[in-house]
Nanobody
């Protein structure tokens, strides 16, 4: 029932910036954590950044100091501001949301948005 809709991907030159947005709909329940994963060709999907409903954040070492995640609990949206982009940031970026109910984890995913950084 929960749907995650992503926007903001595209093509950018190295050193440029993009802002990804994700909007969750279809639920009245709190999403305990939201975040962004990415997957490049030949690599496993990896966590880029995540934020809890309380505002705690964590980032992959490769993006610390360059990316910033933010969340609006009232709107059920999460954004990822990406600055100083590098070619190695090229990947499909997936919005993710997690919700715990009766000790069971529900994991939701968006369809992904392509980010391409040219050298």
């Amino acid at each position: 029932q929960v749907q995650l809709v992503e926007s903001g991907g595209g093509l950018v030159q190295a050193g440029g910036s993009l802002r990804l947005s994700c909007a969750a709909s279809g639920t009245m329940f709190n999403l305990n954590a939201m975040g962004w994963y990415r997957q490049a060709p030949g690599k496993q999907r990896e966590l880029v950044a995540a934020i809890t409903s309380g505002g705690s954040t964590n980032y992959a070492d490769s993006v610390k100091g360059r990316f910033t995640i933010s969340r609006d609990n009232a709107k059920n949206t999460v954004d990822l501001q990406m600055n100083s982009l590098k070619p190695e940031d090229t990947a499909v970026y997936y919005c993710n949301a997690k919700r715990w109910v009766l000790a069971k984890l529900y994991d939701y995913w968006g369809q992904g948005t392509q980010v391409t950084v040219s050298s």
